[in-house]
């Protein structure tokens, strides 16, 4: 299955229903735009008066601390995305929650299922979160609006012919794949709006030196249709995503009561090396910092200070899984070693996040999105 015959059964194939897991996800999103609004000071009154405008902003806000979700399978941030879109239309539109939940469980399976067939030469040249993204957007607005499949396909098309997303976003440090996954918001729901209004759209938009494939490093192998939601985590502790797994490892040994401590060894894949030396981004992105702050604090969701064992801890990398860690550790009494291959969701550290956007159930939830500040209704 190739292209449009991918584009095809992702438009007219049901979705598995996973009603529970869609809805930790949206929770997870709406705390995450809650506590992440104060990143952005400006007036409550500006990007308020329609679906891009709201779902731009709800994307910034839900993105701005990096603790967005995270599937780890394909490498992208599908929920900052996926659910900025869902809800913005559903407020314009007044869609029930399960109309919104349904556009949602569609935009995850679409974005997956192209990253995945996408593949990792694709992902080595650009920001997959922003090309996978945008498809995402566009399924999520197209089901949202009630698009006939025709128009889906067209909308997909549309949206195909616009991608774009440079993966220097991620490797600077500055928080810029934020307004790269506003950017996919936005191609999302011009490209379902186009459709809806009959737009020209590209035909061959795969094949020949001027197609996807060939411009954007398209693998086209793997054409299994993802899930999305089932693959879509959480991300609970107080460091970038990729360190969460060295993080969980090291809160094990520290369960351990190992005493006194000599030295810290940070073991991650050597395929972040480029991103996570270390060298600028501030301690968010220095995973050094994150394992130190852990043994100070014992708590994987404050990891603000690292000031007692961050000069015995140090960094080193391994042909391991990406989203994985080891964390060693020598102590007078022996070596202590953990390895974690995906950081859990214990409900302790997601609970301290809802709680403190005083996140109660989803009816509220979406209510909230509908008026700025989200705490207003708090």
């Keep these: 299955m190739k292209g449009d015959a991918l584009l095809q059964a992702l438009v007219n194939t049901p979705v598995a229903d996973n009603k529970a897991r869609l809805e930790t996800l949206f929770l997870d999103f709406v705390a995450e735009a809650t506590l992440g609004q104060n990143r ?38 599908p929920g900052s995305i996926i659910w900025p879109v869902a809800v913005s239309i559903g407020v314009e539109k007044k869609l029930s929650l399960g109309e919104i939940f ?41 089901v949202a609006l009630g698009l006939t499949a025709e128009q889906h396909t067209n909308a997909l098309h549309i949206c195909a012919a616009n991608i774009g997303g440079t993966p220097q976003a991620g490797f600077e440090r500055r928080g810029a794949p934020q307004t790269n996954r506003a950017a996919a918001i936005s191609l999302g729901i011009a490209s379902a709006h186009g459709a809806l209004l009959g737009a020209p759209n590209v035909e ?10 060939e411009m954007f490093f398209v693998e086209a192998e793997n054409s299994e249709l993802r899930n999305g939601v089932d693959a879509a985590k959480l991300r609970l502790i107080d460091t970038n995503g990729f360190t969460h797994s060295a993080v969980a490892a090291a809160e094990k040994i520290v369960k351990q009561n190992i005493g006194s401590i000599n030295s810290i060894t940070v073991i991650l894949p050597s395929s972040v090396q480029a991103v996570l030396d270390g060298s600028r981004g501030g301690p968010w992105w220095n995973p050094a910092h994150a394992v130190a702050a852990l043994f100070e604090s014992e708590d994987p969701t404050n990891l603000a ?21 080891r964390v060693r550790v020598s102590t007078e009494s022996g070596t202590y070693e953990e390895f974690v291959d995906l950081a859990p969701e ?10 403190s956007a005083k996140i109660t159930n989803a009816e509220e939830a979406y209510k909230r999105c509908s008026s700025f500040p989200l705490t207003a209704l708090r």
């Excluded at 200070?305 to 860690?325: F, N, V």
């Excluded at 214990?346 to 709680?355: G, V």
Aim: glycine share 10%; charged share 20%.
């Design 102 to 142: 349904d556009a949602a469980a569609r935009g995850y399976r679409t974005g997956a299922t192209i990253a995945n067939f996408f593949g990792k030469g694709h992902r080595a040249k650009w920001h997959a979160t922003s090309t996978s993204g945008a498809f995402a957007a566009t399924t999520t607005a197209a």
């Design 40 to 77: 952005y000071p400006n007036s409550p009154e500006l990007l308020t008066s329609g679906i891009s405008d709201r779902a731009v902003r709800l994307g910034l806000f839900c993105s701005a601390r990096d603790m967005d979700d995270v599937d780890w399978v394909v490498l992208s941030h």
């Design 346 to 355: 214990e409900l302790i550290w997601r609970d301290k996040k809802w709680n």
């Design 204 to 213: 061959d938009i795969w094949d020949g030196p001027r197609g996807l494939i």
């Design 305 to 325: 200070s690292a000031t007692s064992y961050l000069g015995i801890t140090s960094l080193e990398y391994e042909d391991i899984p990406i989203g994985s860690g």
